[in-house]
């Protein structure tokens, strides 16, 4: 269906648990639908509107929902073709790449992947280098425009030095992520934040050009970026992020890593 069923608003302190509330105002539609399918054990909702990925599995589903799981799949013409147009790349709101999702069925075993445009099937996430984010944010000459008319976005004041952020763009609570320094593992928090890609690429260009941001264009918080705090801001860290299939997908992260438009 079109329009979502549930949102998410966060996560909790402790990471990993997606809080979820009803989608529509009260409730009426998740519940008759609830209704007509709670004879069956597993059910895939697949909807969209949003141009963002939220995967909300079984687990994290309120009360009363535990027999679904909403895939509300992102775009293929990501936030409506602008950042093309603005940039010349494909961004959706929520940081991932513009692209679809595909679905195998095999009697009772369903699986999935997301599958971007530029990419298809090979990456799944992107990481940032705050280090040279935090850089671009306080030199760039678009960015101060862009503040002084929106004074209350997201600077990412809350990461110190040598910090680095993983946008993974299917996640659900199924992933393992994690993040390696010269062989030792780095603590991981999850956080609801702005992706700072889709920020550069349509909405502080957007603003410089006079530009109004709307609701349905600007860039949302979104629940699957991860961080992490390395010890220094030149080593390389090694990325791995496992679906809950057992697919595997790495980065070797040389940092400084540049934060541009082009950035992979």
């Given at each position: 269906m079109h329009c979502p069923g549930f949102s998410v608003n966060g996560v909790s302190d402790t990471g990993g648990i997606m809080n979820v509330s009803l989608g529509f105002s009260d409730g009426g539609m998740e519940q008759q639908l609830a209704d007509c399918l709670k004879g069956y054990t597993q059910m895939h909702l697949l909807t969209g509107d949003t141009h963002i990925n939220r995967s909300i599995p079984q687990g994290s589903m309120p009360s009363g929902y535990g027999n679904l799981h909403e895939h509300n799949i992102a775009a293929v013409c990501a936030s409506w073709w602008l950042t093309n147009y603005i940039s010349g790349n494909s961004i959706c709101k929520d940081g991932s790449e513009g692209g679809y999702m595909v679905f195998d069925n095999s009697g009772s075993d369903i699986s999935w992947k997301y599958r971007s445009l530029k990419y298809g099937d090979e990456k799944q996430f992107r990481a940032y280098d705050m280090n040279t984010v935090l850089d671009f944010l306080a030199t760039g000459t678009m960015v101060s425009k862009f503040y002084e008319k929106y004074p209350d976005r997201e600077r990412y004041s809350e990461f110190g030095e040598?910090?680095?952020?993983?946008?993974?763009?299917?996640?659900?609570?199924?992933?393992?992520?994690?993040?390696?320094?010269?062989?030792?593992?780095?603590?991981?928090?999850?956080?609801?934040?702005?992706?700072?890609?889709?920020?550069?690429?349509?909405?502080?260009?957007?603003?410089?050009?006079?530009?109004?941001?709307?609701?349905?264009?600007?860039?949302?918080?979104?629940?699957?970026?991860?961080?992490?705090?390395?010890?220094?801001?030149?080593?390389?860290?090694?990325?791995?992020?496992?679906d809950g299939f057992g697919d595997v997908y790495r980065e070797t992260m040389s940092r400084p890593k540049p934060f541009n438009v082009d950035i992979d």
């Open positions: 040598n910090t680095v952020l993983i946008n993974v763009w299917n996640w659900d609570p199924s992933w393992e992520i994690s993040v390696t320094e010269n062989g030792k593992e780095l603590a991981l928090t999850q956080h609801y934040i702005e992706d700072p890609l889709h920020t550069i690429s349509y909405d502080i260009p957007r603003t410089y050009t006079n530009g109004e941001l709307t609701s349905s264009f600007r860039t949302i918080k979104t629940h699957h970026i991860f961080s992490a705090q390395a010890a220094s801001a030149t080593s390389a860290l090694e990325i791995t992020a496992t």
